[in-house]
T-cell receptor, first 112, second 116 residues
Framework: KQEVTQIPAALSVPEGENLVLNCSFT??????LQWFRQDPGKGLTSLLL?????REQTSGRLNASLDKSSGRSTLYIAASQPGDSATYLC???????????FGTGTRLKVLA | GAVVSQHPSRVICKSGTSVKIECRSL??????MFWYRQFPKQSLMLMAT?????????EQGVEKDKFLINHASLTLSTLTVTSAHPEDSSFYIC????????????FGPGTRLTVL
């Protein structure tokens, strides 16, 4: 059974810092991994989708890496801004299905 | 492209009433839609998989008679919370898988349900 864990659960940093969010999963037989952002009381915004054949994806100040063999993914945020404050979720499909299993999330707060 | 909408965005109802939430894929066809529930300060938990033209598949612990799902067309799935109680208050989010598209899901904006 796929389980997804995110560390840290919460993070507070001053503006301008580079930071790394971690996601680990127990079943490495995945075909993709996706990172989402969720603002309080809102739905999900897809940030990056990494296919199983890829090692990383970049979008602006965001870079996500994937190491299937070790069951890990990281989301790197460069030059953090107060507008980056949100909860970041990673999700992987449950084995052999399209059902997404979500991580516990990292609540990020970037201080001005 | 690949936009998913939900209606209503927010609903408040009295205990014992039924509430219907719609999930629509606006510009694509979705043979499969998913319904998730998110309690405060918790992550999303999959409730059920909705397949167009067939019965929904529910996750363990989710009551199918309480959470009725209908996927009548390739662009619409509905979730009806029957005889709602305060413990059903939650954030309900749907997602849709693009038929023949990449292996990803497109998420709706969510519906906040408050049962008094």
């Amino acid at each position: 059974k796929q389980e997804v864990t995110q560390i840290p659960a919460a993070l507070s940093v001053p503006e301008g810092e580079n930071l790394v969010l971690n996601c680990s999963f127990t079943d490495s037989a995945i075909y993709n991994l996706q990172w989402f952002r969720q603002d309080p009381g809102k739905g999900l915004t897809s940030l990056l989708l990494i296919q199983s054949s890829q090692r990383e994806q970049t979008s602006g100040r965001l870079n996500a890496s994937l190491d299937k063999s070790s069951g890990r993914s990281t989301l790197y945020i460069a030059a953090s801004q107060p507008g980056d404050s949100a909860t970041y979720l990673c999700a992987v499909p449950s084995s052999g299905t399209y059902k997404y299993i979500f991580g516990t999330g990292t609540r990020l707060k970037v201080l001005a | 492209g690949a936009v998913v909408s939900q209606h209503p965005s927010r609903v408040i109802c009295k205990s014992g009433t039924s509430v219907k939430i719609e999930c629509r894929s606006l510009d694509f066809q979705a043979t499969t839609m998913f319904w998730y529930r998110q309690f405060p300060k918790q992550s999303l938990m999959l409730m059920a998989t909705s397949n167009e033209g067939s019965k929904a598949t529910y996750e363990q612990g989710v009551e199918k008679d309480k959470f009725l799902i209908n996927h009548a067309s390739l662009t619409l799935s509905t979730l009806t919370v029957t005889s709602a109680h305060p413990e059903d208050s939650s954030f309900y989010i749907c997602s849709a898988h693009l038929a023949g598209g990449p292996d990803t899901q497109y998420f709706g904006p969510g519906t906040r349900l408050t049962v008094l």
